[in-house]
Structures are given as C-alpha cells and as structure tokens.
C-alpha cells in the first residue's frame, strides 16, 4: 500500500498476554478484525480465528493484535475473550474462532450486589477509579477534576451493573464514557472538542494519499428544539435544581427568533454535582441541537494511532470519529465513519 514516505511493509500478529505480559504469539488462521464503535456501551472488539495453546486460560488471558508497518508494531488493544468456537479440520488442525471485547466487558459483567452508597463530598472520579479496581480494572488513566457529590447517593438497583453506573458519574460531570485505549489503559477524562487544536489524524486526497476516494455523506436534520431544561429533584436535596437555556443566538435559523418556541421534552436527572453542572449539562444540550449531524464514511490504508472519538481532519472539513473497523489480512483496509456538526 503506497502512502506519503513511499512502500509500507505490512503485517500483523496476535498475542496472547498472561498477567499482562506476552504468553505466545499466535498462529493465526483468518483475518482478523478490530472494531470501534463510540456509541456503544463496550467500545471496542476483536474477531479472530487461531490457535488457541492447549493451556489457555480463557477467563483470564488476553488477546492483544497488533499492526505490524516496517518492523514497528502498533497495538490495537488488550481484549477479553467472551466467546470461543472450536473448529477441527478434515486433517485434524484444531483452529478457534473468538470474539473479544475491551475492558468495558468487565466492568459490564460486574453488578451491584447491594444498593451502592456513596456520601456526599466524594470525589466523582475517585469513587470512579474505585469502581474500576473492584472489577479488576488496575491499569486507568483518569483526569482528575473537583466535582463532588452533592448528596448521599443510593440512585441504583441492586444487579445495576458497574458499567452503568460509571457512565452515569462520568455523564453528570460531563466526561467521555468509559473507554480503553491501544495499551488496555481505561481512560476517564473529559470528551474531546472538535476543534483545529484537538486533530489527531489528517487525511488529504493526492498523488499519495492514504485515502480512497469511495466516500458516502448523510445529513441529518430530524427533532430539532430551542428551548431546554433539566430538573433534579430527590430527597436530599432542600429544594428541587432547575436548569434551562434557550437557543436565542440570532445566527440560528432553529432559535426562537427565527421558529418561535419549541419546548424539548424536560429531562429528569437523578443526580448531579452541582447547580452550575446541572446549568453547564444542559447549556451543553442546547449548544448541540443547534449542530445537525454530517455523517461520512471514508476508506484508508490501515492507519495505527487511531482511538475512540478521535479528532479528523479531512480536506472539506474537521469531523469526530465515531467508528472504525481495520481488517488485518490481505491488502488490509480500515474504514471510518466521521461525524461534523454543522451549525445551523
């Protein structure tokens, strides 16, 4: 595959890790396959067929593929092996397709055994990090910020599972849901602005272009509001917080001005730090739906680095990255589905 410096030299490999280290390097039997979705609960998931040694530990080891461009490997993340079929060949070679999930998977198959109790004053993202080494998550990342809670919490059921109630706490603080990066990091931190100062990958058409030029775009333009709030309303508190804010900006063709009042359904929160996070959450609200949705689909040579809700820069514009699949065989191709919010 040509890029800008010329010929790539291609491969890749799947290992198996034990205690976090590498085990064996597998032999692998068909291409396999990492995808990304930002949307979903678990972000990030592998299919592979290989061998399998006979001492595997399917409930403890991990896989970790990676992309191998010149002699330099690039992982493409650590994985739990959630399903495992055994195929036997007509010549006796035993092969075994897996599906494989990011960290997500754990903190998924974790559920509360009792009613979480959390006091007021704690620390959202340490109460976070708790969270995560309960289900054996050691290895985050996390950017500390000094929201606490403002009440006693016991906002879930019993069998609510860990997972939930993490993207619950880093919701009302405005950060990214859970994710995992390359390494098998959990990363907690604030979700990534589209911005010219946040692009991590920059694709342009030319001569050399990693690029192809196959490309599909969709617009979006359905249940748009103007007028937002938000209410929380629980017993600890002395009285119930109201939040709300009004698309007035006359650039807008959607602001009141311009349709008159369009009230969207109010939201009912459980919790949240604060009167000013509650205001930040749905100011944020109300600055997102004056943004509809450009979908783009794109096709690149496999391309290492890329990670959940990344940044993209494009020749007609900047996007964030919704979703990403890399095939690791053959030519090998990774495709992308880029998001631009486009003022309206």
Known sequence: ?????????????????????????????????????????????????????????????????????????????????????????????????????????????????????????????????????????????????????????????????????????LSEINYASLWFDADGFARIQRAMTVSAANIKHTYRKGRYSVISPKRSAELDVFNKYNVFMAIVDNADLDAPMIAKAVNDNPASILSVQQRGRIQAPVEQLNNIASQDALQEYVNNVRDRSMMTTRTVKIETALMPGHEVGDVVALDDGIYRETGWEITLGGDGQMTHTLEQEVFM
């Open 1 to 169: 595959m040509r890029y800008e410096e010329g010929i790539r030299r291609l491969g890749w490999r799947v290992y198996l890790l034990r205690n976090g280290v590498v085990y064996k390097n597998l032999d692998i039997q068909d291409a396999p396959a990492v995808n990304m979705d930002t949307r979903a609960e678990i972000k990030k998931s592998l299919s592979a067929t290989v061998v399998l040694p006979d001492d595997v530990d399917i409930l403890n080891d991990r896989l970790r593929p990676v992309l191998v461009i010149d002699g330099v490997e690039h992982p493409l993340g650590e994985f739990i092996i959630a399903t495992a079929v055994e195929d036997t060949s007509e010549t006796g070679s035993v092969s075994t397709s897996v599906e494989a999930y990011d960290g997500c998977y754990l903190a998924r198959r974790y559920r509360a055994e009792s009613r979480p109790h959390f006091a007021a004053g704690t620390v959202y993202t340490d109460k976070i990090q708790e969270l995560l080494q309960d289900c054996g998550i050691n290895k985050a990342i996390i950017e500390n910020c000094a929201f606490t809670m403002a009440t006693d919490r016991e906002d879930w059921e019993i069998g609510t599972t860990y997972l939930e109630i993490i993207n619950q706490l």
